[in-house]
T-cell receptor, first 110, second 115 residues
Framework: QQPVQSPQAVILREGEDAVINCSSSKALYSVHWYRQKHGEAPVFLMILLKGGEQKGHEKISASFNEKKQQSSLYLTASQLSYSGTYFCGTDQTGANNLFFGTGTRLTVIP | GAVVSQHPSWVICKSGTSVKIECRSLDFQATTMFWYRQFPKQSLMLMATSNEGSKATYEQGVEKDKFLINHASLTLSTLTVTSAHPEDSSFYIC???????????FGAGSRLTVL
C-alpha cells in the first residue's frame, strides 16, 4: 500500500524549481505532503482532498489527479531551508491512516 | 499551534526488557493517535491507530503482543515495546489529528536502541 515517489533524490541550486511525484495503486481520499529534516519529526506542508479542496502553505503548491491516484508537489524558487526529505502520505478512507511514500531527498545548495 | 510531545526522546535498553514511550497532545484533545516506526533513511511505516477508550488497530504484520498500545485519556497514548530485541531498534514517532482538520501533527520521535 506504500505509494511510490520520484525522484528518489534531487539537488538544486537556490532559486531553482523542483517537482516531486507521488503515485498510489489504491483509490485515495486524500494526499498529504510532509518535509522531514534529519533527526526531526515530519512537518506538515499540504493536504489535497478528493474533490479539489486544498490546505497548505502559501509558497508551496501541489496537484492531485484523483483518477490516476497521483499527486505532485511543486517547489518554486527554492531556498536553502527547503532541504530535507519529502514524503507523501496517502489516505484511502478519510481516517488519517497514512501510508507514507518512499521519500525524496532534496538538497538545495548555494 | 498544536503540539505533540513524545517522551523519552531517546532510550537505550538491554535485550529482554520493556520500554514505554509516551505521546501527549499538549493543547488539544486527540481521540485518535497514530504510531509509526522509521528505519534510517527509510520511510515512516504506520504501525497502529490508537483509539481513546478502546483497543488499538494494528497494521498487517505488526505484532500486537510485542507493541502494546494504550490510549487511556484524550491527551495521552503510550507504546510499550515488550521484551525488546536489537531488531526493535528504530525511531518511533506518533502523530495526532489537530481539531479534526485532517492535518496530522507529529511528535519529535523517540529513538530506541536495544543492546
Amino acid at each position: 500500500q506504500q505509494p511510490v515517489q520520484s525522484p528518489q533524490a534531487v539537488i538544486l541550486r537556490e532559486g531553482e524549481d523542483a517537482v516531486i511525484n507521488c503515485s498510489s495503486s489504491k483509490a485515495l481520499y486524500s494526499v498529504h505532503w510532509y518535509r522531514q529534516k534529519h533527526g526531526e519529526a515530519p512537518v506538515f506542508l499540504m493536504i489535497l482532498l478528493k474533490g479539489g479542496e486544498q490546505k497548505g502553505h502559501e509558497k508551496i503548491s501541489a496537484s492531485f489527479n484523483e483518477k490516476k491516484q497521483q499527486s505532485s508537489l511543486y517547489l518554486t524558487a527554492s531556498q536553502l531551508s527547503y532541504s530535507g526529505t519529502y514524503f507523501c502520505g496517502t489516505d484511502q478512507t478519510g481516517a488519517n491512516n497514512l501510508f507514507f511514500g518512499t521519500g525524496t531527498r532534496l538538497t538545495v545548495i548555494p | 499551534g498544536a503540539v505533540v510531545s513524545q517522551h523519552p526522546s531517546w532510550v537505550i535498553c538491554k535485550s529482554g526488557t520493556s520500554v514505554k514511550i509516551e505521546c501527549r497532545s499538549l493543547d488539544f484533545q486527540a481521540t485518535t493517535m497514530f504510531w509509526y516506526r522509521q528505519f534510517p533513511k527509510q520511510s515512516l511505516m504506520l504501525m497502529a491507530t490508537s483509539n481513546e477508550g478502546s483497543k488499538a488497530t494494528y497494521e498487517q504484520g505488526v505484532e500486537k503482543d510485542k507493541f502494546l498500545i494504550n490510549h487511556a485519556s484524550l491527551t495521552l497514548s503510550t507504546l510499550t515495546v515488550t521484551s525488546a530485541h536489537p531488531e526493535d531498534s528504530s525511531f518511533y514517532i506518533c502523530s495526532a489529528d489537530y481539531s479534526g482538520a485532517n492535518v496530522l501533527t507529529f511528535g519529535a520521535g523517540s529513538r530506541l536502541t536495544v543492546l
